[in-house]
């Protein structure tokens, strides 16, 4: 199994950048798909971002494509959410988490880290 740790975040202006990092723990990183969510203050937990195991296929909330990008890097356990063009709307606690090959849904998350926008 695998414990992710989400670290990056911060309080940013608007239209500024982010990266969001999200180290996993554990041997078979590479076997686990990863995604990102977020939940802001009084609204339910959304999507944002996913990365299949291999890298080879990303996905996005419309809500974030064309200003979010997700990627990994195997070698050190570790998925990036790299935030460009930030809007007040951004602000929530952002979620790392993993899905096991074969499972429909996430098993593993992080304790998530807060962005906060400003306008």
């Known amino acids: 199994q695998v414990q992710p740790v989400e670290s990056g975040g911060g309080l940013v202006q608007a239209g500024g950048s982010l990266r969001l990092s999200c180290a996993a723990s554990?041997?078979?990183?590479?076997?686990?798909?990863m995604g990102w969510f977020r939940q802001a203050p009084g609204k339910e937990r959304e999507f944002v971002a996913a990365i299949s195991r291999g890298a080879g296929n990303t996905y996005y909330a419309d809500s974030v494509k064309g200003r979010f990008t997700i990627s990994r890097d195997n070698a050190k356990n570790t998925v990036y959410l790299q935030m460009n063009s930030l809007k007040p709307e951004d602000t929530a606690v952002y979620y790392c988490?993993?899905?096991?090959?074969?499972?429909?849904?996430?098993?593993?998350w992080g304790q998530g880290t807060q962005v906060t926008v400003s306008s």
């Open positions: 988490a993993a899905r096991r090959l074969g499972d429909s849904e996430y098993n593993y």
């Open positions: 554990g041997r078979t990183f590479s076997t686990y798909a």
